[in-house]
């Protein structure tokens, strides 16, 4: 299965607020930190890959999965993480 970033950014946008926007309301309304906030991140990655893959008929076990992994990384900065520093 390959990922379109295209689904990634529609996924991350879902609803006009946003994985990221919602994710952070969350957090703030329950006081999480740590890996409450990854919890959390994690369901809120998981609920808006089921809405979206729901709504645009393209919805399978596996999309589900691959994306919400992909959304949940993407929404907490993991390119940072693996990126590679500049030797500037």
């Known amino acids: 299965m390959i ?3 295209t689904v990634v950014a529609l996924i991350l946008g879902v609803g006009g607020i946003g994985v990221l ?3 952070e309301m969350i957090k703030r309304l329950f ?3 740590g890996v409450a906030a990854y919890v959390i ?4 990655s998981a609920g808006a ?6 709504t645009t008929s393209s919805f399978s076990v ?3 999965v691959v994306y919400t992994v992909v959304v949940f990384l993407e929404a ?3 390119y940072k993480a693996v990126a ?3 030797s500037a």
């Open 49 to 54: 890959t089921a809405f979206t893959l729901a």
């Open 31 to 33: 006081h999480a930190e």
């Open 21 to 23: 926007g919602l994710t």
């Open 3 to 5: 990922v379109d970033p």
């Open 62 to 64: 596996l999309a589900l």
């Open 84 to 86: 590679k520093p500049s």
């Open 76 to 78: 907490n900065g993991i």
């Open 41 to 44: 991140s994690f369901v809120a």
